[in-house]
């Protein structure tokens, strides 16, 4: 049987694949995300998370164990919140949040989710499907002190855009135009696009059911 090999570390988009049947074998892939940024300024922002997640895909390739190699699928993706003419990676910092958070509220954004697929035979990449998801999302206005008490949380730093929708930040979303499985981090519909490129159908990758 295939693998299905997911190059992050997220929790959302492991939680996302497991709903949806999938068992992904979890491998964080290390790269500079900020230098690669600043290698693409003047890219298009659909080409930069497109590249971002093939850089990913091919950095955790090399990590893998052979056995996990005879026959793969590696999936990896990336994330970014455009807002008028910004483009908002994860603000990592409280104080950076805080800023996305001035800019976005009351307003709506596109989050461009990268995708990039690339399927393992025998050791080899015998191919590679990529492709970015664009949802829009509509954000709320929190009061100061709802604010101060989410960005306290933490959640908000290490995502794109410092928001969520599965979380803590869902209070503050008022809707989402688009596939909301993207915005949780990793598109469902694009996945089993990419997989179908590459051979692969998603059906044959689900879990066993149990015989109960």
């Given at each position: 049987m295939t693998s299905f090999i997911l190059a992050s570390a997220s929790p959302a988009r492991r939680t996302v694949l497991a709903a949806a049947g999938i068992d992904a074998v979890v491998r964080a892939a290390n790269i500079n995300e900020d230098k690669m940024i600043a290698s693409m300024a003047g890219s298009e922002p659909?080409?930069?998370?497109?590249?971002?997640?093939?850089?990913?895909?091919?950095?955790?390739?090399?990590?893998?164990?052979?056995?996990?190699?005879?026959?793969?699928?590696?999936?990896?993706?990336?994330?970014?919140?455009?807002?008028?003419?910004?483009?908002?990676?994860?603000?990592v910092t409280v104080d950076r949040a805080r800023l996305y958070w001035d800019q976005m509220s009351g307003r709506t954004g596109t989050l461009l989710t990268g995708h990039a697929a690339v399927r393992i035979v025998e050791g080899s990449g015998i191919g590679t499907a990529t492709g970015c998801e664009s949802t829009q999302i509509r954000f709320g206005r929190p009061t100061e002190p709802e604010l101060e008490a989410y960005l306290s949380s933490g959640e908000p730093l290490e995502v794109a855009g410092a928001c969520t929708i599965d979380g803590l930040g869902g209070w503050f979303i008022e809707g989402v135009d688009g596939d909301p499985s993207s915005v949780i981090g990793i598109s469902l519909p694009l996945t089993r696009r990419l997989l179908a490129q590459l051979g692969v159908r998603v059906t044959d990758l689900w879990r066993a059911r149990s015989a109960d």
């Open positions: 659909e080409q930069i998370v497109t590249e971002l997640a093939v850089a990913k895909a091919k950095a955790v390739i090399k990590t893998l164990e052979p056995e996990l190699t005879r026959d793969a699928v590696v999936v990896a993706c990336d994330s970014m919140l455009r807002l008028g003419k910004s483009l908002l990676g994860k603000p």
